[in-house]
């Protein structure tokens, strides 16, 4: 982690007081540097980690393991002593993987290791065999306007790149996204794409996809990275490339979730909020440890090193664990219709897994950002450098930015290395440095609790 956490905390107390900024007190930043040096010594991030991983595992939304996994949060945030602790009914159409496979059958058969894309249809109980229409990234299958993928299962090699922030990710995505309508508009009987990940394990990556209106849905898988490497080599023998393919699965199925909220009520501004979240749900393959259980500890452990402070904010400081960020955003949706009359100073979310935070940015009125520049100098010792004003908060939280025209903050990860487990089996406990966590924590709990001193408002946003 290059300098110590006790240099770190040295380095913290010598910033306090160069600047008192326009909206903070001293009192404020004294209590910022007074966190700060809490979560070194703070394990509780990763111990909730650990239990969640542990006594609950995977929990796609709307399972059995769901349901554990809203129950658990509860029980949790109840005994760290939050106020206003409680579940709100998120309805959801949830999706259910069953039995997969596929090989390849010629020219030279082979077994493939795949998973099935979250939404995706089943091909026929006995499967269904086809030539592979090869395609090396989602545009080129865009700018085929032959026949090439009738009647055959289009195969997407779309690589990702390997980038700090999620960048990499961001371009890559769209083939599972969009990859199975552009295919069954070509008249293809099946998709599948390289995993949407930067490994080399021969694991598949999965992943919510969906389909177009007024388009044929057609069955949508991912294989592992090494498998798309082979299915590439194949190419240059000018030989029919054949899969078979069998793929269970059940989607629309009613059911229900919740969105788990706990609070530290404000004192004169109490009626505006300061809204940390991170998402509760997971994939089902693995026990979703950096996805997104690393965020569910890290922002309950800043809250409650904020709680155990002695000090009462003036905003409410409101921890919401959302559901089903992965397959259809219902927990964000159902909080931005609840609560979008309510004032937030800013929306934020951990959902990049548990690597050093090395960057601070905001989007928030041009007013507002001699504090965002204040916050910046108490978190500078943690080596987090300020950025723009153009931040993305997480996933859920940059829904409701949009939705709502709310501000934001954004604490961005070092997410090296978080797309080589990412929506796949090998998402465990052992992926997490337990310092780590706790230099997140100390950046949420800083930056949080010195805006929601400000005298200055965040917002009101310009509407998009």
């Known amino acids: ?240 490339v054949k899969m078979h393919l069998s793929l269970q699965a059940e989607g629309g199925i009613a059911g229900t979730s919740h969105n788990v909220i706990a609070e530290i009520p404000g004192s004169d501004k109490a009626d505006e909020i300061v809204m940390i979240g991170a998402h509760l749900d997971s994939w089902d393959l693995g026990p979703g440890a950096v996805d997104d259980g690393a965020g569910v500890g890290i922002v309950t452990a800043a809250a409650k090193l904020m709680l155990d402070s002695g000090a009462k904010p003036r905003r409410t400081i409101r921890v919401v664990l959302f559901a089903n960020e992965e397959n259809g955003f219902d927990g964000a949706l159902n909080y931005a219709d609840k609560y979008k009359h309510q004032v937030h100073q800013f929306v934020g979310e951990s959902d990049l897994g548990a690597g050093l935070v090395y960057r601070f940015q905001s989007r928030v009125r041009p007013e507002a950002l001699p504090v965002v520049r204040a916050i910046a100098e108490q978190l500078a010792p943690l080596g987090i450098a300020l950025g723009s004003n153009e931040g993305a908060p997480g996933p859920d939280a940059s829904f409701l930015m949009r939705r709502n025209a709310w501000p934001a903050l954004e604490l961005s990860q070092d997410g090296s290395d978080y797309f080589d487990w990412h929506h796949t089996a090998n998402d465990t406990l052992d992926k997490i440095d337990p310092l780590k966590l706790r230099q997140n924590v100390g950046a949420w709990a800083v930056m949080s609790w010195l805006a929601a001193q400000s005298d200055i408002s965040f917002g009101p946003m310009p509407k998009p």
């Open 1 to 240: 982690m290059g300098r110590s956490l006790k240099h770190l905390s040295a380095a913290l107390a010598l910033c306090h007081g160069l600047t008192l900024a326009q909206g903070l007190s001293a009192a404020d930043l004294q209590t910022s540097t007074a966190l700060a040096r809490a979560a070194e010594h703070s394990g509780l991030a990763y111990e909730l980690v650990d239990s969640l991983v542990t006594e609950i595992g995977p929990r796609p939304a709307g399972s059995a393991n769901d349901a554990r996994a809203v129950a658990w949060a509860l029980a949790r945030l109840k005994a760290l002593g939050f106020a206003n602790v409680r579940a709100e009914e998120v309805p959801l159409r949830a999706w259910k993987r069953g039995e997969a496979h596929a090989h390849l059958t010629a020219p030279f058969p082979q077994p493939i290791v795949m998973a099935a894309l979250g939404n995706s249809v089943a091909t026929p109980k006995e499967g269904l065999h086809a030539e592979i229409a090869y395609y090396a990234d989602l545009e080129a299958l865009k700018a085929d306007t032959s026949d090439r993928a009738k009647g055959r299962i289009v195969f997407i090699n779309q690589k990702t790149e390997r980038t700090k922030d999620a960048r990499g990710y961001a371009r890559a995505v769209a083939a599972r996204g969009a990859g199975p309508a552009e295919a069954a508009k070509r008249g293809a009987v099946a998709l599948a794409i390289r995993s949407i990940g930067t490994d080399r394990d021969r694991l598949a990556h999965t992943g919510a996809t969906r389909y177009a209106d007024g388009v044929v849905a057609i069955p949508a898988l991912a294989v592992s990275v090494p498998d798309a490497d082979l299915i590439a080599r194949l190419q240059r023998y000018g030989k029919p």
